[in-house]
């Protein structure tokens, strides 16, 4: 994935459990001091993304992240909203990617 000035690229990478996913999104997306680090403070924050100069923002998982399935759904509708939110705004427009062995699973828990 290229990485210039209009693009912000967050490569989430060995996460066990649903807090340090939280801290290491919130970490590297520089979320505002009011950040909760918990689920409805990523969907605040990610739909909204004021304070990112960058046009496009990449959620780049190296692998599929380490949660129970219940968490995991949760995560994946906020990034789906989040990503939706962003598909028809002109300010920033939100990429996820996860490694293609997790494209099943992932499909299975949007279901």
């Not at 979320?31 to 605040?44: H, K």
Request: aromatic fraction near 8%.
């Amino acid at each position: 994935m290229p990485h210039d000035a209009e693009t912000l690229v967050v490569r989430i990478v060995e996460v066990q459990g649903k807090n340090e996913l939280l801290q290491q999104i919130g970490i590297f997306l520089k979320f505002p001091d009011y950040y909760g680090a918990n689920w409805d403070a990523l969907d605040e924050c990610l739909n909204d993304l004021d304070w990112i100069a960058e046009s496009t923002v990449v959620l780049l998982h190296d692998e599929m992240v380490n949660l129970l399935d219940e968490d995991l759904r949760t995560y994946l509708e906020i990034l789906s909203g989040a990503s939706g939110h962003w598909s028809t705004a002109p300010e920033h427009s939100l990429r996820i990617i996860f490694p293609e062995d997790a494209r099943a699973r992932v499909c299975t828990l949007l279901s």
